[in-house]
């Protein structure tokens, strides 16, 4: 897996934990060995920008997620895509549940690889399973101590 991390906000968030937790969620579901991710970890004017410019909302968002085209053998994709994610909404909603603001962009992380790897949150139903699946796959993450993240 190759995870490809820019962090635009200040103090930077830890590249090396960002890749491997991404790395973890797409060997778990099923991403080939050479699939690449793009993550961004920004603030809310960029997170804000890009919501407007892609998806017409002119407000902030705490995750976006842009799957790519590009397609290997047996339909499986080689550039998995781009997922955003905002450090300010993770900070914002960690303080109002009284958690840990790195708990909560890990959360955002698997949420935005989850909607590339297929998964949906559009019905009650599907929305039950992915959040199923997330819970699994941070939990995983946090066991394995592949995340060490501050916010």
């Given at each position: ?13 830890d ?9 973890h ?7 080939r060995?050479?699939t ?9 004017r ?17 995750v976006?997620?842009f ?8 339909g ?15 900070r ?5 549940m009284?958690?840990a603001a790195?708990?909560e962009l890990?959360?955002?992380l698997?949420h935005g690889i ?5 998964h ?22 946090v066991r ?8």
């Amino acid at each position: 897996m190759r995870v490809l991390v820019r962090s635009t906000v200040r103090p930077a968030i830890d590249a090396a934990a960002v890749s491997r937790a991404a790395a973890h969620v797409m060997r778990r579901e099923g991403c080939r060995p050479g699939t690449e991710l793009g993550v961004l970890i920004a603030g809310e004017r960029a997170m804000r920008a890009l919501n407007l410019r892609y998806r017409g909302v002119d407000r902030g968002t705490d995750v976006l997620a842009f799957p790519m085209a590009d397609r290997g053998a047996g339909g499986r994709a080689r550039l998995l895509g781009d997922v955003a994610v905002s450090a300010a909404r993770a900070r914002a909603r960690a303080r109002a549940m009284g958690v840990a603001a790195g708990a909560e962009l890990l959360l955002y992380l698997v949420h935005g690889i989850l909607h590339l790897c297929g998964h949906d949150d559009g019905s009650p139903g599907d929305r039950a399973r992915m959040e199923r699946r997330q819970r699994l796959l941070v939990g995983e993450i946090v066991r394995k101590g592949l995340w060490n993240v501050t916010v």
